[in-house]
């Protein structure tokens, strides 16, 4: 089993499932990346560590070599300008990279970690699933460009003969580095971000997200797509847990569209002068406006005896370890 984007959040969690369930786990790793704080040491030392990049094809065929199963999460979120090209370029090309090189080494089956954003935000606020098709909306971010594009490359892989399935995680929520990604929620919440919005997203568990990759290398399921969301929720609600958790004040301003554009700005500016990213951009501010839930399903139709957590217990648990070991 290799797993790409190891040293990531997703994908650190991956191989933690994977290790516990007794997987043999190769994992590609940048030389100059470090190897996930949050993830026990003891898991880690398990994996046996391949210096690569997806960007790299000569490294990702000799990590592939005597492979069967890829599951490949390594990716870069981010709603900020300055790391759109290379954000493209890293799951784009990246992507492509990991399925010219199963096609090549004889993979049999690949799991590829997408997002919710790849099928896209709907205008009319309906609640999308698997048959959903993608429409170019103002609501689609550059991230959720990149990913769809991604998700081409994997489907021409599987036409070309590889068995697979693409998971569409929601927002995902736990225990990582709060400075990165959608864990910066948590820091938002902790420093008393005072704006919310009355937006409404999905969001899942990192560990549930884990289970399901997991659970579908093991399956015969190919060329399916699944969402995994644990629940909806306002994003308000999610703030106002958060903030209850870390027994912090909750978000007391409604960043209303023309607020939020208010807001965004005001962040770029602080941003500007302290050198650390914004708190909140304009394609956060787009998402977080947003009324898009996402339907579950279909992954617990076809394994019933999978179980979400409850969000409330997500953010809890998370929330107790960001307030003893976060930044």
């Not at 990582?176 to 902790?190: C, E, V």
């Not at 093991?218 to 969301?229: A, K, L």
């Not at 609600?237 to 027994?247: C, G, I, K, P, S």
């Not at 500007?272 to 996402?294: D, I, Q, Y």
Request: hydrophobic letters at 40%; proline letters at 3%; aromatic letters at 10%.
């Amino acid at each position: 089993m290799l797993v790409t984007g190891g040293t990531g959040f997703v994908g650190a969690y991956i191989i933690s499932e994977l290790v516990q369930q007794g997987f043999a786990v190769k994992a590609l790793k940048r030389s100059t990346a470090k190897l996930p704080r949050f993830i026990d040491p003891d898991i880690l030392q398990k994996v046996e560590w391949v210096d690569g990049d997806i960007l790299d094809i000569m490294s990702l065929e000799g990590a592939m070599q005597e492979t069967d199963i890829i599951i490949h999460s390594a990716a870069i979120v981010s709603f900020h300008k300055k790391e759109r090209s290379k954000m493209y370029h890293v799951n784009i090309e990246g992507t492509k990279n990991v399925v010219n090189a199963a096609l090549e080494q004889g993979v049999k089956r690949i799991v590829y970690i997408s997002s919710v954003a790849a099928i896209g935000r709907k205008l009319s606020g309906n609640t999308v699933n698997e048959k959903a098709q993608w429409e170019d909306s103002r609501l689609n971010t550059h991230y959720a460009i990149s990913k769809f594009k991604a998700e081409l490359e994997v489907w021409r892989g599987m036409a070309e003969g590889l068995e697979g399935v693409i998971l569409n995680p929601a927002t995902v929520l736990g225990f990582g580095d709060w400075n990165q990604g959608s864990s910066g929620l948590f820091k938002n919440a902790y420093k008393e971000f005072k704006w919310y919005t009355n937006g409404v997203n999905g969001f899942v568990d990192v560990e549930d997200l884990a289970r399901a990759a997991v659970l579908l290398t093991q399956s015969d399921i190919t060329e399916e797509r699944f969402i995994i969301c644990n629940d909806n929720w306002p994003f308000r609600r999610l703030f106002d847990t958060m903030a209850d958790h870390f027994n912090k004040k909750r978000p007391s301003k409604e960043a209303t569209p023309f607020l939020s554009e208010l807001a965004w700005r005001l962040e770029k500016f602080k941003s500007f002068f302290s050198g650390k990213k914004p708190l909140l951009t304009r394609e956060s501010a787009k998402v977080a406006n947003s009324h898009t839930r996402f339907d579950n399903s279909k992954l617990l139709k076809a394994f019933p005896a999978f179980k979400y957590t409850p969000l409330e217990q997500t953010i809890a648990r998370a929330c107790a370890r960001y307030s003893v070991e976060g930044d």
